[in-house]
């Protein structure tokens, strides 16, 4: 099958090497080199290109590849050829590909107030790009994943509704320390591009409101709104950044009781 051999290729084909990471600061080890990542991310970007069609808004994908420039010019991995593109779907969500592929979906792009907001989200996806988030995660829980994602897709008839694994695969939420990590990066690249790194803050209320939304008449544990899937812990990311930019937590809070 075409998406095992897409996720099994770095394991197969890379061999481990060390490297020091800027955006970690640490020394990582790793079998999947910057070559084979971007192989990877392509092969994936083709298929969610061909699943979720790219908005045809020339104006609109100007500004999000404008914004995503200023990022990039600032981050921590310049050696990538980074993609930014605008898909459609109205759920308020984005996700990056190994190798530098960023997408933003139509209704996470109408919810931003304003170009900082949405810098905000582009930093934080070009921050797991950094840190290379996606290629850990494919590199350490691949096999119980394909296990996982196999069973989700013989259950569900996933294929049959049009949706790849591989998409599914890019999907998946990211673990709760990169989900922080990933804020602080995005934190540092606002400030360099000279973006209101508080456009951040603005943004992860609007997603504590959509979660809240979509949850409010759900019974428990029965369905769980598909941004909280993908980006957990945004009561905690909000407290995180918050901490990030003022050095107190409720400091913001505190401004808008007072207004
Ligand atoms: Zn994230």
């Known amino acids: 099958m075409r998406w095992a051999a897409v996720?099994?290729?770095?394991?197969?084909?890379?061999?481990?090497?060390?490297s020091f990471n800027l955006a970690t600061q640490r020394e990582?080890?790793?079998f999947t080199s910057t070559e084979k990542e971007v192989a990877m991310g392509r092969q994936i970007a083709r298929q969610v290109e061909e699943e979720l069609a790219v908005v045809a808004d020339?104006?609109?994908?100007?500004?999000?590849?404008?914004l995503g420039a200023r990022i990039v010019g600032v981050c921590d991995r310049k050696e990538l050829i980074y993609?930014?593109?605008?898909?459609?779907?109205?759920?308020?969500?984005?996700?990056s590909l190994p190798g530098g592929y960023v997408y933003l979906n139509a209704g996470l792009v109408k919810a931003a107030a304003n170009d900082d907001e949405l810098?905000?989200?582009?930093?934080?996806e070009v921050g797991h790009v950094?840190?290379?988030h996606a290629v850990k995660r494919y590199e350490s829980s691949l096999g119980s994943q394909l296990v996982q994602l196999a069973a989700i897709a013989s259950r569900q008839g996933a294929a049959a509704r049009g949706v790849s694994i591989a998409m599914q695969a890019a999907q998946l939420a990211y673990a709760r320390d990169d989900e922080l990590a990933a804020d602080r990066l995005a934190v540092k690249y606002l400030k360099a591009a000279g973006f209101d790194p508080r456009g951040m803050l603005g943004f992860l209320e609007k997603l504590r409101e959509v979660d809240r939304n979509n949850t409010q008449y759900l019974p428990r544990g029965v369905v769980r709104p598909r941004y909280a899937m993908t980006h957990p812990y945004v009561p905690e990311r909000l407290r995180a950044a918050k901490e990030a930019l003022f050095g107190v937590a409720d400091y913001v809070d505190y401004l808008n009781t007072s207004e």
């Open 7 to 18: 996720l099994l290729m770095p394991l197969l084909a890379g061999c481990a090497r060390d």
């Open 28 to 30: 990582e080890y790793s």
């Open 58 to 66: 020339e104006p609109l994908q100007d500004r999000v590849r404008a």
């Open 83 to 95: 993609h930014f593109a605008v898909v459609k779907d109205d759920e308020v969500n984005a996700f």
């Open 119 to 124: 810098a905000s989200v582009i930093a934080h």
């Open 130 to 132: 950094c840190a290379r």
